[in-house]
């Protein structure tokens, strides 16, 4: 069953220390829409299951990717989308929406989402060497 809304952004917004929903939303939207051009067929369709509808559809929809991104380019590319936002906020943004995103999924779709993506996303997801 999927997470709800409140559930998922109330658990953003406490793993990001964000001082407001809005800011746990926005991270939310921009890590899942670069999330989403990174994976491909059944597990992203079974973790968008897993999401409130909204970023179910965001996950669904995503950015355009050209090549897959490593981790710090992640990081870098969140970065870009988000207004006044660094590197370093930007990587606790991401392991904050991925941390939320990877208990919603559970541990044997984590697993599978982890092997579409370079090595060193399970740091992001708060699983380190998790696979």
Known sequence: MAMRWQPFLDAVQERGEYSSA???????????????????????????????????????????????????RFVRATAAWIDGATEKTAKWDVSAVLSVAADAAGEDLLRRVLLQLPPGYDVLFGRPQHI
């Open 22 to 72: 809005q800011e746990a939303e926005r991270a939310a939207r921009t890590v899942l829409a670069l999330l989403g051009a990174h994976l491909v067929g059944k597990e992203r369709a079974e973790l968008a299951a897993q999401l409130p509808e909204t970023f179910a559809m965001i996950l669904l929809n995503p950015l355009q990717a050209a090549e897959p991104l490593d981790p710090e």
